[in-house]
């Protein structure tokens, strides 16, 4: 297969590179479930999310595998798509760049970080409004501070993912115990 293409796909989140792959493979499925090619262990992120698919035309072809939150490339939510090199994937708050490369020795890369784990063993099922929210936080760059640094860390204004997962968990956690003790 010296003639197929290659896939590069560069993990990111809040615009950090937290992993890069490469696949000669024809099957690249992405989810937070171990046996995943790409593993993004967030609730967020449905356990088999979405797939990339080498066709016999040699084009690879996005796949949302009936996720929960969806898959948008380039910004529009997709149930399948042709992907082209310099493509964005964007999967709950994380972010894939798709590079696609002729005649190249494939090797995956190695696994250097891997985001942040969550305890939840089930998907997180975000509202509209909360992925609207989230999509929107994910275009708007960041800002300088009021001292106008160059390099600021500055982020938009907003309750973070992380944070609104806590929240919803306790929330979840409180509405057991009442349930619990009214069936008691």
């Known amino acids: 297969m010296a003639s197929d293409p290659v896939l590069k796909v560069e993990l990111t989140l809040k615009d950090r590179v937290i992993d890069t792959y490469t696949f000669a493979q024809a099957e690249v499925v992405i989810g937070r479930d171990p046996e995943a090619d790409i593993t993004i262990d967030n609730t967020g992120i449905s356990r088999f999310h979405t797939r ?10 996005l796949k949302d595998l009936g996720s929960t939150n969806g898959t948008y490339l380039n910004d529009q939510q997709i149930n399948e798509e042709p992907l082209r090199s310099n493509d964005i994937i964007t999967i709950g708050k994380f972010i894939l760049k798709v590079n696609i490369l ?15 784990s969550d305890d939840i063993d089930g998907t997180t099922v975000l509202s509209k409004e909360q992925m609207e929210k989230m999509m929107a936080n ?42 619990w003790f009214v069936i008691m």
């Open 52 to 61: 990339i698919e080498l066709n016999a035309g040699g084009t690879y072809i």
């Open 102 to 116: 002729k005649h190249e020795t494939p090797a995956r890369v190695s696994r250097s970080q891997a985001p942040p």
């Open 138 to 179: 994910i275009k708007k760059p960041a800002t300088p501070g009021k001292a106008g640094a160059a390099g600021s860390n500055a982020q938009p204004a907003g309750i973070s993912m992380g944070v609104l997962a806590a929240i919803g968990g306790v929330v979840f956690v409180a509405i057991l115990a009442i349930a």
